[in-house]
């Protein structure tokens, strides 16, 4: 479970039209990431799909079922963990399953485990790093019982080297648990390592510029980054970025 389907989304503030007839799809336990700069609508799309906006038209459904303007059909990590701070490790990953009257804490704390945090169990969030909070809130959103998980640059405040170890364990969880994944970056990079398909955004309003579906098998690590194969794909997403005028910041 978890096919997601967008038709003819639209949406505008105060007269400026932020979305222009968005229309893509996500199959299940597909990871699909969204690339597009800042500015660009990502953000709104996900508030959208969330049901925290309504469109000014334009329909959303989620496995066949109309979710348009329909709140708690998808699993939401913003940029920011989010994280309880009076909350320990182990009661900010049930949060998602206490909001929905289930509670599972033998598998909580197995995913705490494979998530490298063992014996973090009963710390609060203060007493964590930045990597470490990001995999409890990735750990909160697997939890919770949505098919869809929506993540939104979950990793743009990490240095380089966190992000990249985030990156490699991030797949390494999602394998397993092989959930449906909508994922916004304006990494390139990011984008190439992670994803199955991507979906360029331009901007002013957004539309879907331009589609990849990336070849690179599974498992994958991080030399994958210095391979020819990456960074003729690399210059291709780039490549279709300035030709949409969306200049360099795309590119980080």
């Given at each position: 479970?978890?096919?997601l ?8 503030f ?17 990871f ?26 334009g ?6 079922d109309?979710?348009?303007g329909?709140?708690?059909?998808i ?19 049930i ?32 007493e ?7 995999r ?7 939890l919770?019982p ?52 991507i ?18 098998s ?35």
């Amino acid at each position: 479970m978890g096919a997601l389907e967008v038709k003819e989304l639209s949406k505008s503030f105060d007269g400026r039209e932020i979305l222009k007839d968005i229309s893509l799809h996500v199959e299940e336990g597909e990871f699909v990431t969204i690339l597009g700069p800042s500015g660009s609508g990502k953000s709104t799309l996900f508030q959208l799909i969330g049901g925290l906006l309504n469109p000014d038209h334009g329909a959303i459904s989620l496995d066949d079922d109309n979710i348009t303007g329909k709140r708690g059909f998808i699993s939401y990590m913003p940029q920011q963990p989010a994280l309880l701070p009076w909350r320990t490790v182990l009661d900010n990953v049930i949060l998602g399953q206490e909001l929905h009257g289930t509670k599972d804490k033998v598998k909580a704390k197995e995913m705490i485990q494979k998530a490298g945090l063992g014996g973090y169990e009963q710390a609060f969030p203060e007493e964590l790093s930045g990597g470490m909070k990001q995999r409890v809130a990735f750990i909160r959103a697997l939890l919770s019982p949505q098919s869809l998980i929506c993540l939104d640059e979950p990793f743009s405040a990490l240095d380089d080297f966190t992000r990249q170890e985030m990156h490699e364990w991030l797949l390494s969880i999602w394998s397993q648990y092989k959930r449906t994944i909508l994922f916004v970056t304006h990494n390139i990079d990011e984008a190439l390592f992670l994803s199955d398909r991507i979906l360029v955004f331009s901007s002013n309003p957004a539309q879907i510029a331009n589609e990849f579906v990336i070849p690179f098998s599974r498992p994958r690590k991080q030399e994958l980054l210095l391979t020819e194969e990456f960074l003729k794909w690399k210059r291709k997403i780039s490549s279709t970025i300035v030709q949409n005028g969306l200049g360099g910041e795309s590119d980080e």
